[in-house]
Every structure is written in C-alpha cells, then in structure tokens.
Nanobody, 127 residues
Framework: QVQLVESGGGLVQAGGSLRLSCAAS????????MGWFRQAPGKEREFVAA????????YYADSVKGRFTISRDNAKNTVYLQMNNLNPEDTAVYYC????????????????????WGQGTQVTVSP
C-alpha cells in the first residue's frame, strides 16, 4: 500500500555533504512519522533520525547529532536527510521508513512497526 523511494546517495570525500530524499505515496503523508536508518557491511540496521507528523519534533542517534538534519515537506510527500561533515563511518545503505507513532522509529530499532521501507540509497564516504 505504501511506497517509499530514496534518492540522493553517492560518493563524497570526508567532510563533505549530501542530501537524501525519500518520496512517499499510497497514504496521507502528514498522518505518519518518518525515519531514516542505515546499514553498513557486516552490521545490523541502525537508527539515524526521525521526525514527527508535523515536523515539530525530531530525534537523532548520538552518532549523527550536530551533523545530520531531518526535515519534511508534507505538500510534496517527501522527507529529507541533510548530511554534513560526513566521515567514513557514515558509509552505509540508507533507508527511509514510516510509522504512525514517532517513538517506534527510535525504540528497539523499530522491530515493532515500520512495516514499509524504501529500496535504499548508497552513501560512500572516502577518507
């Protein structure tokens, strides 16, 4: 029912920036919280950032606080992840997801909820 499509990944040098986008369709976008996760080779999926329905509340993993910013444009049914001061540890496939409850996105790695995921976009940061 819900479709999510990520874009904006690529190769960047350490210290550089990228902006990821996730376009949603199939439901009323403004009724759902949105989030970003990432998965590096050999590691499990980890939480990155989440944003509430209106965009008033945001939540970040400690590893990206002060460097990444999540935002949304409900008129365009799109959520963004601005990534600044990237380092090689940020290298991963980045996925977006959605859930009616914001807390589910940053709790227990969203094992409950987050039933819909995009295909992912690769971010590679060189030293």
């Amino acid at each position: 029912q819900v479709q999510l499509v990520e874009s904006g990944g690529g190769l960047v040098q350490a210290g550089g920036s990228l902006r990821l986008s996730c376009a949603a369709s199939g439901r009323t976008f403004s009724n759902y919280a949105m989030g970003w996760f990432r998965q590096a080779p050999g590691k499990e999926r980890e939480f990155v950032a989440a944003i509430s329905r209106s965009g008033a509340n945001t939540y970040y993993a400690d590893s990206v606080k002060g460097r990444f910013t999540i935002s949304r444009d409900n008129a365009k049914n799109t959520v963004y992840l601005q990534m600044n001061n990237l380092n090689p540890e940020d290298t991963a496939v980045y996925y977006c997801t959605t859930d009616p409850i914001l807390a589910r996105l940053y709790s227990n790695n969203c094992r409950v909820g987050c039933d819909y995921w995009g295909q992912g976009t690769q971010v590679t940061v060189s030293p």
